[in-house]
C-alpha cells in the first residue's frame, strides 16, 4: 500500500501574504498530515497536478503540470517520482498503466502527493472525484 501525504504549505518571507499561518506538517511517526491546497506550492499552481523527476520536490520544479480533467499520456517516465494532487474541490488524480487513461489505480485525493515507480504508468487522469 502507498502512504499518500496531505500537505501543508510552510509560509516563507515571499509567500507570507498568500499563505499566512499555514504550516508544514507531517507528524511525529505519522504517514499523513492534512491541508487543504490553495496558492502555488513547490512550482504546483492550485488546481494543477504536478509530476516531479524524482521523489524530491526538486526545488519547487515539476516536470509536468496538468489542469485539464481527462487523460494526459506520459513518456519515457521511469524510477520514482513525486506526484502531487495540487486541485481542488475533491478532484482526484489517478496513475494507469496504459495509455489514454486505460488501467487506472486507486484515486489520489486532492491536497495530497506520494512518492511512486512510475515505470509501469504510461498516462495520469484527472477527474472532478
Same mark, same amino acid.
Given at each position: 500500500m502507498r502512504h499518500v501525504r496531505h500537505l501543508t504549505r510552510k509560509a516563507t518571507a515571499a509567500s507570507a501574504a498568500l499563505v499566512a499561518g499555514a504550516l508544514l506538517?507531517?507528524? %511525529?511517526?505519522?504517514?499523513? %498530515?492534512? !491541508? !487543504?491546497? !490553495?496558492a502555488t506550492v513547490h512550482g504546483c499552481p492550485s488546481g494543477y497536478v504536478c509530476l516531479y523527476p524524482n521523489a524530491s520536490w526538486n526545488n519547487d520544479r515539476p516536470t509536468y503540470k496538468?489542469?485539464?480533467?481527462? !487523460?494526459h499520456n506520459l513518456s519515457n517516465q521511469f524510477g520514482v517520482k513525486r506526484f502531487f494532487n495540487n486541485q481542488t474541490g475533491g478532484a482526484v488524480a489517478r496513475n494507469c498503466t496504459g495509455y489514454n487513461g486505460t488501467g487506472c489505480q486507486g484515486k489520489q485525493p486532492a491536497g495530497t502527493y506520494a512518492d511512486y515507480d512510475y515505470t509501469p504508468y504510461n498516462s495520469v487522469v484527472l477527474a472532478p472525484n
Open positions: 506538517s507531517l507528524g %511525529a511517526g505519522a504517514n499523513v %498530515a492534512q !491541508a !487543504a491546497p !490553495a496538468w489542469y485539464t480533467y481527462g !487523460a
